[in-house]
């Protein structure tokens, strides 16, 4: 089916661990993103990419890690948990940096990560 | 700075109209979007302004005024599904990507 789709849907690990989060589209749009949401705090950019192998930082990128060696996937690892990277995770695609006119960005359904 | 202010929450009246404020400060702003956002789940579109004015879209609608660094949001005739939260979105600064404010928690009531 064609979509954006992020794994796990939840996700518990300990401080000091590697997570890879997952987000896979289907539409080969160009530009991918990661967000965190954190209550009192809407939604806050990670890093994201336009194109692949082309990424850069967004508003808060320290403690994360991306790649994009294919333009369908978008991968952010977090290098070593920490309880502060606690959060909801959305993954978002679009063929233009700010969005479609129309449509805006397309949004995963979110990663919940808990870090103990 | 950047920066974008919503109340955090209201509260309304099915049936009624309720109009959620949205105020920017920016520098390179290329437009401003809003999305509904239902618990536990992920944003959707709902709307973008890049010129003054008002946009219609069925029972939402969304104004922008560039001078003020002010949108608003109006949704009429509400139904209980409206009960979310709603984002306000700038393209700020100049790399010129999308700035989210802390949204609004909007509650329907019967």
């Known amino acids: 089916d064609a979509g954006i789709t992020q794994s796990p849907r939840y996700k518990i690990t300990e401080t000091g661990r590697q997570v890879t989060l997952m987000c896979h589209q289907t539409?080969?749009?160009?530009?991918m993103f990661w967000y965190r949401q954190d209550l009192g705090h809407g939604l806050r950019l990670i890093y994201y990419s336009a194109a692949a192998d082309i990424t850069d930082k967004g508003e808060v990128p320290d403690g994360y890690v991306v790649s994009r060696s294919k333009t369908e996937n978008f991968p952010l690892t977090l290098e070593s948990a920490t309880r502060s990277q606690t959060s909801v995770y959305f993954c978002?695609?679009?063929?233009?940096?700010?969005?479609?006119?129309?449509?805006?960005?397309?949004f995963g359904s979110g990663t919940r990560l808990t870090v103990v | 700075g950047q920066n974008i202010d919503q109340p955090t929450e209201m509260t309304a009246t099915e049936g009624a109209i309720v109009q959620i404020n949205c105020t920017y400060q920016t520098s390179g702003f290329n437009g401003l979007f809003w999305y509904q956002q239902h618990a536990g789940e992920a944003p959707t579109f709902l709307s973008y302004?890049?010129?003054?004015g008002l946009e219609e879209k069925g029972r939402f609608s969304s104004f922008l005024s560039r001078s003020k660094g002010y949108s608003y949001l109006l949704l009429k005739e509400l139904q209980m599904k409206d009960s979310a939260s709603y984002l306000c979105a700038a393209a700020s600064g100049g790399y010129n990507k999308l700035i989210f404010g802390a949204g609004t928690r909007l509650a329907v009531h019967p």
């Open positions: 539409w080969s749009h160009s530009y």
């Open positions: 302004n890049v010129l003054d």
């Open positions: 978002a695609s679009s063929e233009s940096i700010l969005g479609d006119v129309n449509y805006g960005y397309t």
